[in-house]
């Protein structure tokens, strides 16, 4: 068998990574994916990885370590991305875009290595941080290996009274600001399909488009939205 074949039929597979955008003051989660649609671009606002709190506590610039990130979560499974979860600092809209896997990867996208540092074994994170430090006390982080690798290192554990399980978020980051593909997927409320698809008709040229879907939405309505039923059509109650 083909692994295509077997990929196409692993339903905990996504085909698509998926940004969504948060609410941050003073700009709301729906007005940044104004901006992404208008500006036709994800810019990577935060510094992630094994390295960025190391630098900050170092006095040192943050900006080699700015990402966009990503989730590779099935689209039918990203309500699920969207309610409040303990311990999580971060707090999903419904509002953002996705793009096909692939052609992520053509664009730089790479998955997030969680390493466990639960306590009671050895650290993966000893060596990641000892070589971090080591390029943060030579004054050339930007420059060094470590710098490129550490944006895609986030830590995993458990601890008494603490944890920080983020692992099944499924991961994907990319350094820098990225220009989306000519065709998209955008994810918000049904009631803002028009106010989206009108900012992408007046600020971007024909060849760029959107599929749009409400992240609410389970997988037979996104089938069946997407190929041009409306709710009537498809409502079962």
């Given at each position: 068998m083909d692994i295509k074949d077997v990929i196409a039929r692993r339903t905990d597979l996504s085909t698509f990574l998926i940004h969504l955008t948060r609410d941050a003051d003073p700009t709301p989660a729906r007005s940044r994916l104004e901006q992404i649609l208008a500006n036709w671009t994800l810019a990577a606002r935060s510094p992630y990885g094994?390295?960025?709190r190391r630098l900050?506590?170092?006095g040192q610039n943050t900006d080699s370590q700015r990402c966009a990130c990503f989730t590779e979560s099935p689209l039918e499974h990203v309500y699920w991305l969207l309610p409040e979860?303990?311990?999580r600092e971060i707090q999903f809209r419904p509002f953002g875009v996705a793009l096909?896997?692939?052609e992520g990867r053509r664009l730089g996208i790479n998955p997030v290595w969680y390493v466990d540092t639960t306590p009671g074994h050895d650290w993966i994170t000893?060596?990641?941080n000892a070589l971090i430090d080591e390029a943060i006390?030579?004054?050339a982080f930007p420059g060094s290996h470590i710098a490129r690798i550490a944006p895609f290192v986030e830590q995993m554990g458990t601890w008494p009274g603490n944890r920080k399980e983020f692992w099944w978020e499924r991961e994907w980051r990319h350094v820098g600001d990225l220009v989306l593909p000519d065709k998209i997927i955008v994810l918000c409320p049904e009631a803002d399909f028009v106010h989206f698809q009108n900012i992408v008709t007046q600020n971007q040229p024909p060849v760029r488009s959107g599929k749009f879907i409400d992240p609410h939405w389970?997988?037979?309505q996104i089938i069946g939205r997407l190929a041009g039923?409306?709710?009537?059509d498809i409502e079962m109650l």
């Open positions: 094994a390295a960025a900050t506590d170092a979860i303990d311990n096909p896997k692939k000893n060596p990641i006390h030579a004054g389970g997988l037979e039923y409306t709710a009537t």
